[in-house]
T-cell receptor, first 114, second 118 residues
Framework: TQLLEQSPQFLSIQEGENLTVYCNSS?????LQWYRQEPGEGPVLLVT?????EVKKLKRLTFQFGDARKDSSLHITAAQTGDTGLYLC??????????????FGKGTLLTVNP | GAGVSQSPSNKVTEKGKDVELRCDPI?????LYWYRQSLGQGLEFLIY????????KSGLPSDRFSAERTGGSVSTLTIQRTQQEDSAVYLC????????????????FGSGTQLSVL
């Protein structure tokens, strides 16, 4: 069974601060996705990383996929209150014909205070 | 429609009753997924449809759970003889495309059905 561990589980910061959240596994994934979920809503895809060592930037958000494709990080620069939400990472299985089945971490609940 | 639509948004039922949860995917999306999100837990895969067929039902927790999809569009997840441990948010997602070579599909999620079994 593939597992994804996210840390920290909870994070409360002030507006303007920087933060990093982590997603780790002992398993290799063919790709990894990051989602943000707000209360009462479904997750919304932020980014997909595919290549080991890949770095993607989305405005103030920087996503990195580990060289071995077992881990990923999300860094937010100068956090804003609108960044508040549950951040989920999800990995797609390598081969085996089941790569449609995403393995989700439990998420990092981020609160950005004004 | 513009997005994935799920109904009802909230469902309260008594233990032992049957419930039906509905998902209306984005028009043209051939793949449809059901996930379950329990408090403090990550999303748990339940079932995947490609068109009307379900090649993978491995995530269904027990034989009380079933799902169907008709016309390559609307899907219904049915839970028979509900138990308190079935209480969760049931999320539906649909997708159109694959990221070639990686298998990571771009999923669009609905807002979910919050199921509470008393």
């Amino acid at each position: 069974t593939q597992l994804l561990e996210q840390s920290p589980q909870f994070l409360s910061i002030q507006e303007g601060e920087n933060l990093t959240v982590y997603c780790n596994s002992s398993s290799v994934f063919s790709s990894l996705q990051w989602y943000r979920q707000e209360p009462g809503e479904g997750p919304v895809l932020l980014v997909t990383v595919v290549t080991g060592g890949e770095v993607k930037k989305l405005k103030r958000l920087t996503f990195q996929f580990g060289d071995a494709r077992k881990d990923s990080s999300l860094h937010i620069t100068a956090a804003q209150t609108g960044d508040t939400g549950l951040y989920l990472c999800a990995g797609a299985n390598v081969g085996g014909g089941s790569n449609y089945k995403l393995t989700f971490g439990k998420g990092t609940l981020l609160t950005v205070n004004p | 429609g513009a997005g994935v639509s799920q109904s009802p948004s909230n469902k309260v039922t008594e233990k032992g009753k049957d419930v039906e949860l509905r998902c209306d995917p984005i028009s043209g999306h051939t793949a449809l997924y059901w996930y379950r999100q329990s408090l403090g837990q990550g999303l748990e895969f339940l079932i995947y449809f490609q068109g009307n067929s379900a090649p993978d039902k491995s995530g269904l927790p027990s034989d009380r759970f079933s799902a169907e999809r008709t016309g390559g569009s609307v899907s219904t997840l049915t839970i028979q003889r509900t138990q308190q441990e079935d209480s969760a948010v049931y999320l539906c997602a649909s997708s159109l495309e694959y990221f070639a070579g990686t298998g990571a599909e771009k999923l669009f999620f609905g807002s979910g059905t919050q199921l509470s079994v008393l």
